[in-house]
T-cell receptor, first 111, second 112 residues
Framework: GDSVTQMEGPVTLSEEAFLTINCTYTATGYPSLFWYVQYPGEGLQLLLKATKADDKGSNKGFEATYRKETTSFHLEKGSVQVSDSAVYFCALSDVRIKLIFGAGTRLAVHP | DADVTQTPRNRITKTGKRIMLECSQTKGHDRMYWYRQDPGLGLRLIYYSFDVKDINKGEISDGYSVSRQAQAKFSLSLESAIPNQTALYFC???????????FGPGTRLTVL
């Protein structure tokens, strides 16, 4: 079945460092891909999405490109802030438009 | 006001008790979902409903039941709670024509 694998955390960075969180997927069709973010004590919020190959999703300085050839959707940010500390989830939508999530990656950014 | 609300936000109960978690939404979405979140496992789908008369099991439905009382309300029940149902539970909604989901704030459930 469809699945999402993302790098284990925690990822610990200093403020202004470059961030990459890897995400790969397995899917039989052509899913949409998502990154959701969960701040402490809150529910998940959509961070960005891409609906087809080579699309780039972007929001709040974060970017991810839908790479069909490598079945990847890695999340990047050029300069992280303390306020970016959260858990990040990669997800895909299957044929019935249900979301399948990765395990989540915790990011901690220190001043 | 929040678009997706969950009650209660926290609940501690004992093994064998019946528990109901409630979800309400004001987004006008047809589709609603219940997930549980466990450390290191991400979110796993328990049940989902594409409209009031359409309810489907997710990947981990055993030990749970749901009721879609109206378009805006979707309740999750644990008929006889057990300790391994201790988790964070999330409700979500989506528009039938789009795949983005909107999440509630979560209910932290502890079963002793």
């Amino acid at each position: 079945g469809d699945s999402v694998t993302q790098m284990e955390g925690p990822v610990t960075l200093s403020e202004e460092a470059f961030l990459t969180i890897n995400c790969t997927y397995t899917a039989t069709g052509y899913p949409s891909l998502f990154w959701y973010v969960q701040y402490p004590g809150e529910g998940l919020q959509l961070l960005l999405k891409a609906t087809k190959a080579d699309d780039k999703g972007s929001n709040k300085g974060f970017e991810a490109t839908y790479r069909k050839e490598t079945t990847s959707f890695h999340l990047e940010k050029g300069s992280v802030q303390v306020s970016d500390s959260a858990v990040y989830f990669c997800a895909l939508s299957d044929v019935r438009i249900k979301l399948i999530f990765g395990a989540g990656t915790r990011l901690a950014v220190h001043p | 006001d929040a678009d997706v609300t969950q009650t209660p936000r926290n609940r501690i109960t004992k093994t064998g008790k019946r528990i109901m978690l409630e979800c309400s939404q004001t987004k006008g979405h047809d589709r609603m979902y219940w997930y549980r979140q466990d450390p290191g496992l991400g979110l796993r789908l328990i049940y989902y409903s594409f409209d009031v008369k359409d309810i489907n099991k997710g990947e981990i439905s055993d030990g749970y039941s749901v009721s879609r009382q109206a378009q805006a309300k979707f309740s999750l029940s644990l008929e006889s709670a057990i300790p391994n149902q201790t988790a964070l539970y999330f409700c979500a909604t989506s528009d039938g024509d789009r795949d983005e989901q909107f999440f509630g704030p979560g209910t932290r459930l502890t079963v002793l």
